[in-house]
């Protein structure tokens, strides 16, 4: 089973970037997929989460209606748009797997079975 986070850069404060999470060995249709990220010198936090499908979503408070997290069953792969970028949004980005929950209840990374290898984002001021 792997996961392959991409699609992090430098971009400008204000920016945008769309991460993509391409699953693989495994079919992933009854999974839940979240993203996570992880600043220098702090610990790794929540950032979005989506069922399978994307029937349901869940966003941390810090990035609600800036960042849209979707899914698309057909790639197996996991999107995560991310709008109005701003320096503090600088961090390794990871996607990770999850078995069945309600997404409100996805928000710890012991949830999760299996990571990605994460991906860089910076935005400069």
């Known amino acids: 089973v792997q996961l392959q986070a991409s699609g992090g850069g430098l971009v400008q404060a204000g920016g945008s970037l769309r991460l993509s999470c391409a699953a693989s060995g495994r079919t992933f249709s009854s999974y839940a997929m979240g993203w996570f990220r992880q600043a220098p010198g702090k610990e790794r936090e929540f950032v979005a989460a989506?069922?399978?499908?994307?029937?349901?979503?869940y966003y941390a408070d810090f990035v609600k209606g800036r960042f849209t997290v979707s899914s698309g069953n057909a790639k197996n792969t996991v999107y995560l748009q991310m709008n109005s970028l701003k320096p503090e949004d600088t961090a390794v980005y990871y996607c990770?797997?999850?078995?069945?929950?309600?997404?409100?209840?996805?928000?710890?990374?012991?949830?999760?079975?299996?990571w990605g290898q994460g991906t860089q984002v910076t935005v400069s001021s």
């Open positions: 990770a797997a999850a078995r069945p929950k309600v997404v409100r209840d996805l928000q710890r990374s012991e949830e999760y079975d299996f």
């Open positions: 989506v069922s399978w499908g994307g029937g349901s979503t």
